[in-house]
């Protein structure tokens, strides 16, 4: 069923676990996640950028084919469908279209306008029920193919942010998009600790969970973190399985090239990768 993010992340925090947000990108991504989140017994977050928003035919589209998918696949677990890194108009955009959850990013911002921004979205999002998470500190990662160091953000600014109601907040500590470089010096956990403390019973988001080493993933979400955001690894493996089929030749087998035979081996690549998130994360039989 389609919910908000608040009650299954207010449970991961008092559980000491982490609910995965998986980035959606077409009906195989959408199909693979929920799947894997029913037969894990998982609740789930869909994640959706704006830019594969605009991919997949707008927010509209997005709300009818996840709606549909709930129905037709007899979907039970908790799922939330999440704007990731909207802009303010974008989280409008959302709120308006069905969505049940949006990510207002206004770490760019002075801290001020973050802050002004965000509360007006807290008042609309909570009149409808839906969750809202508020970024504190920007995430580095790659732009232009230059690669950023992750910021840290001020636990004195998140503090302010978490105030104003928001359901969820993502602090940047030390963590990047995509993949990670050779030479990244790790998360800081005493930033996290910090931010812990200063938050409460927050739950705290941790964005690019993708090449995060398993013990640092374990730490963060005994310091607070409730939430993962995973994208560029489901990519990545739908990418290797897809390749390996077409090198294989098997494209050219038979009836090889009918788009549900080509696209299966990436499909069930996203699922292992999920099912070992959820796996990680603690959040499998917490539906
Ligand atoms: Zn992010």
């Given amino acids: 069923m389609l919910v908000s993010a608040k009650e299954m992340l207010e449970k991961a925090k008092a559980g000491k676990y982490a609910v995965g947000q998986f980035n959606i990108n077409n009906l195989e991504w959408t ?170 019973d927050m739950p705290l988001v941790l964005h690019g969970g993708t090449g995060i080493p398993e013990e640092m993933i374990k730490k963060a979400i005994s310091l607070g973190v409730s939430k993962i955001n995973v994208n560029t690894e489901c990519q990545l493996s739908f990418a290797a399985a897809t390749r390996k089929y077409i090198e294989e030749g098997k494209d050219l087998s038979g009836k090889g090239f009918d788009p549900r035979k080509l696209l299966a081996p990436g499909f069930e690549a996203i699922k292992a990768t999920v099912k070992e998130k959820m796996e990680l994360f603690g959040s499998v039989n917490k539906a």
């Fill in 31 to 200: 199909k693979a996640i929920l799947l894997t989140a029913q037969e894990c017994n998982s609740p789930v977050i869909l994640g959706v950028s704006e830019g594969a928003g605009k991919y997949m035919c707008g927010y509209e589209t997005i709300v009818g084919m996840v709606k549909g998918m709930i129905k037709c696949l007899n979907i039970t677990v908790p799922v939330a469908l999440h704007l990731d890194h909207g802009s303010y108009e974008g989280a409008k955009a959302c709120i308006n279209a069905g969505f049940s959850s949006v990510m207002f990013d206004g770490s760019h911002y002075p801290i001020e306008e973050n802050i002004k921004k965000t509360t007006e979205l807290v008042n609309a999002c909570n009149v409808l029920g839906i969750s809202l998470e508020a970024e504190v500190g920007s995430i580095g990662g790659e732009e232009d193919g230059v690669v950023g160091a992750g910021e840290c953000a001020d636990p004195d600014e998140c503090k302010m942010v978490a105030d104003l109601g928001v359901t969820m907040l993502a602090a940047g500590i030390g963590n990047i998009h995509g993949k990670y470089p050779a030479n990244w010096a790790g998360l800081n956990f005493d930033v996290l600790g910090a931010i812990s403390e200063k938050t409460g």
